[in-house]
Structures are given as C-alpha cells and as structure tokens.
C-alpha cells in the first residue's frame, strides 16, 4: 500500500512540475482514479511505445487538472501532542540519577571452573 501511494505522489509531483503548479493543490484521490483508468492501456505490449509515452503524457496533463475542491486553510495555532495516559508514573530527574554497582551485583562465572559455577549455583 505504501509503495501504491508513492508511486501515486511521485505522478502528482512530476504532474505538478511539468504544468507549473503546486503539488499540494493535486487532489490525490482524482489523481489515483485517472491513474487507475489508465493502467490497462498502459500495459500494451512493447511495439507501442510511442503510444505508451503518449499516453502517460496526457495522463500527467490529466493529474495536473485533478484541483482540489477545498484548499486547506492555514494553521493559526501548532499542533500539539497530549501526554499519553498510563497507569505509570511519569519520569523525572530521580529516575535518571539512579545508578547501579554491577560490580556488587553480578559475579562472572567462567565455563571452564565448575567450582565457581557450583558456588553461583548455591548462591541462586
């Protein structure tokens, strides 16, 4: 889907340089329709490929008549993101301050000693 709506961007974008307009004024769901009307003519076999060029010329002159029937208004204020709820706390400055000593925490146990390993076993 994702690749579809690129590839549906990029033909408004080259749509929009070829006829000197803005991109953003390129109503996406016209643009899509003409694209997917023109699909089956676009897959002739290879002997007509000046008609294919053609084709996918008028079909960009097609894009660039796709106007949008509202333009969007112009933001007054930005957006903002909520905090998001959760049964957790939220983090502060005492969260980052802790430390831990790793050296009084973990004991290395060597595969080859199985002295140690037995001790770490009594340990657990």
């Known amino acids: ?49 000046s008609q ?8 960009l002159q097609v894009i660039a008549d796709c106007d949008i ?13 909520k905090v998001k709820m959760s049964k957790f706390k939220r983090k502060n400055k005492l969260h980052k301050s802790e430390k831990r000593n790793l050296e009084q925490e973990l004991k290395i146990v060597w595969a080859n000693s199985t002295a140690t390993m037995r001790e770490a076993m009594s340990m657990a």
Do not use: C, G
């Open 1 to 49: 889907m994702l690749i579809m709506y690129n590839l549906v961007r990029l033909l408004i974008r080259q749509a929009a340089e070829k006829h000197n307009k803005d991109p953003r004024l390129i109503s996406f769901l016209d643009a899509l329709q003409h694209i997917i009307e023109a699909a089956p003519l676009m897959t002739v076999d290879d002997s007509a490929h």
């Open 69 to 81: 029937d509202r333009p969007r208004r112009h933001r007054i204020n930005p957006r903002v993101v």
């Open 52 to 59: 294919k060029r053609n084709l996918f010329w008028y079909l």
